[in-house]
């Protein structure tokens, strides 16, 4: 009996140090769900979607140049661009009117934060405060100073070659490489907004301003053009530009999409080259609210062919698409309270896009802006992004069930019909014309070959 006694004492003792020391995560969890969390989080991405993407693409999530924050912070291959980093902050502290207060400044700042930002990165183990504080720091100010010189058009040592200046861009997008924005935000107000106004070309910068300049052509030449309209704060860079890609709308209208009831794909997997077969014109649309606005509408032709109509905004594709849009999706599945537009699209796009054909179509009518030169290039994207396009909520269920309804299994199996038969007709007229073709040109040729020719005049 004595020995159940001290055994239950001291396993109670044990659980009482487990939930005192766990306290914060309990407390995270507690607000775990549709409501935004207090503080910004730091995701890492989740073990699934690494599995879903080992080899050649595990590395979708990892930095390859430049680590920020403390997830990656200390990997051997990312060592060279450390030494940068600290003359980056050399840099920024001596724009200032005093450097040595700009510095202590800085430090004060970062001390007041440290509890903050530890409860930002409550997914990574953080035992030494002052080591997080100097990481964070020098992150921070390195890329400030960076954004900063983008700003200004000035000549900068790492973005002069095309190679650095895209894997650059490609890491500071990455889910696991951002730094919660307030931290940001208060080091800028101490360092770009001490600049002596005679130091900037025009005016000082905001924050955001500077990273809708660097980012300007992320997606498409109009992101430049974008303004960040939401009211709230956003937790980190990746997150700010997920905004500038979302539709304008009140307030009240985005409480109906972080509540909205969850709407599954539905089980309708027509490509682009089916759906035109059918009878459905995929068009790029021209006067549509945002960059993810479809429309589908029905109009009759000859009174009796009833021919459908799928508007869909141009998507441009290059080098960084994939990464930023992988991440993109990671951060949309790690944030409950977010809608799953970006994932909603990627998963329409994946259902669209099943052959080179289905590529080839959607170019030809403006939806798809491919940069990358190769049609199989654009195919491998959306084939393996598959996985991961899964939506909690898909956002198109409504605009994605009246195309559904549209082709009905009469119109598939007539639609079918009329393209076997008039395709292979296309087939004979163009063999017919193409022999034809080159009998002319073969007698012309022929007739030429004769100097002399008959004139009825000598």
């Not at 309990?26 to 935004?36: K, P, R, V, Y």
């Not at 997080?132 to 700003?151: G, K, P």
């Not at 945002?290 to 905004?313: A, N, Y």
């Not at 998507?315 to 993109?328: G, K, M, Q």
Request: with cysteine; glycine share 4%.
């Amino acid at each position: 009996m004595e020995n159940e006694a001290s055994m239950g004492d001291e396993l109670l003792n044990s659980i009482r140090i487990k939930i005192i020391r766990n306290s914060e995560k309990t407390d995270a969890l507690e607000q775990f769900g549709w409501s935004e969390p207090r503080y910004p989080v730091m995701h890492r991405v989740p073990d699934v979607f690494r599995r879903q993407n080992e080899g050649v693409y595990e590395d979708v999530y990892n930095p390859i140049t430049i680590s920020l924050g403390p997830i990656h912070n200390g990997k051997k291959y990312l060592q060279a661009t450390e030494s940068i980093k600290v003359s980056y902050m050399h840099l920024l502290f001596d724009r200032t009117p005093s450097f040595r207060q700009t510095q202590e400044d800085c430090v004060t700042a970062m001390t007041v934060m440290e509890h903050d930002i530890r409860k930002c990165f409550r997914e990574v183990e953080l035992d030494d405060s002052v080591r997080l504080a100097e990481i964070i720091l020098i992150d921070c100010c390195f890329l400030i100073e960076l954004l900063y010189r983008n700003y200004r058009k000035e000549q900068d040592p790492i973005l002069w070659n095309p190679f650095n200046c895209y894997a650059v861009h490609r890491d500071l997008l990455l889910l696991e490489n951002q730094i919660p924005f307030f931290v940001l935000e208060k080091l800028f107000h101490l360092t770009v907004e001490r600049i002596p106004e005679k130091m900037h070309q025009l005016s000082v910068p905001t924050l955001i301003e500077c990273v809708r300049s660097f980012f300007g052509g992320m997606m498409g030449p109009d992101n430049g053009k974008t303004e960040y309209w939401y009211s709230r704060s956003p937790h980190h860079i990746l997150h700010l530009l997920y905004f500038c890609f979302l539709p304008r709308i009140s307030e009240e209208e985005w409480e109906k999409w972080e509540h909205s009831i969850k709407n599954k794909v539905a089980e309708f997997k027509f490509s682009a080259k089916q759906l035109d077969i059918v009878g459905v014109k995929l068009k790029q649309s021209v006067n549509s609210k945002h960059r993810f606005d479809l429309k589908f509408s029905i109009s009759r032709r000859f009174c009796l062919w009833k021919r459908g109509q799928l508007e869909i905004p141009p998507f441009y594709i290059d080098e960084s698409t994939e990464p930023f849009l992988r991440n993109l999706i990671a951060f949309e599945q790690c944030s409950p309270h977010l809608p799953n537009i970006i994932t909603s699209y990627t998963s329409l796009m994946c259902i669209l896009v099943n052959t080179n054909d289905d590529v080839e179509l959607l170019e030809e009518a403006g939806i798809i802006n491919n940069t990358l030169g190769s049609t199989k290039a654009v195919l491998h994207i959306f084939k393996d992004m598959r996985k991961n396009a899964v939506p909690r909520n898909f956002v198109y269920n409504q605009t994605w069930t009246e195309v559904k309804e549209f082709c009905t299994p009469s119109r598939v199996r007539s639609g079918k019909l009329m393209h076997i038969y008039f395709g292979k007709i296309w087939v004979r007229v163009s063999l017919v014309s193409g022999i034809v073709l080159f009998l002319l040109t073969f007698l012309q040729t022929f007739y030429s070959m004769f100097p002399y020719h008959h004139n009825p005049n000598q």
